[in-house]
Nanobody
Framework: QEQFVESGGGLVQPGGSLRLSCAAS????????MGWYRQAPGKQRELVAQ???????NYADSVKGRFTISRDNAKSTVYLEMNSLKLEDTAVYYC???????????WGQGTQVTVSS
């Protein structure tokens, strides 16, 4: 199992912004779709955003218009820019890499995002 380096989580007030980063190995990053998932206490892990190798993006309805996923191929890093944060965004956010042709996926260790006054 690959381990990705996640960073950027923290405590932020409602309406604030955070940017999450996930640094992956080049061998993974160049061949895998990348994504962000989150899991709140007592809830199932859910998809937040995905970005394909060519750069197509998909978002959960709950974050559309507020979050932006992007990838920097030179740095083998995927980002999640989170704006207008809400209390319900509080969760552990996990970086994910997926390659459909192999049916393989890898996960980061998770980073805590807490939205609170």
């Amino acid at each position: 199992q690959e381990q990705f380096v996640e960073s950027g989580g923290g405590l932020v007030q409602p309406g604030g912004s955070l940017r999450l980063s996930c640094a992956a190995s080049r061998s993974i990053f160049n061949l895998y779709a990348m994504g962000w998932y989150r899991q709140a206490p007592g809830k199932q892990r859910e998809l937040v955003a995905q970005i394909t190798v060519p750069g197509a993006t998909n978002y959960a309805d709950s974050v559309k218009g507020r979050f932006t996923i992007s990838r920097d191929n030179a740095k083998s890093t995927v980002y999640l820019e989170m704006n207008s944060l809400k209390l319900e965004d509080t969760a552990v956010y996990y970086c994910n890499a997926y390659r459909a042709v192999l049916g393989r996926e890898y996960w980061g260790q998770g980073t805590q995002v807490t939205v609170s006054s």
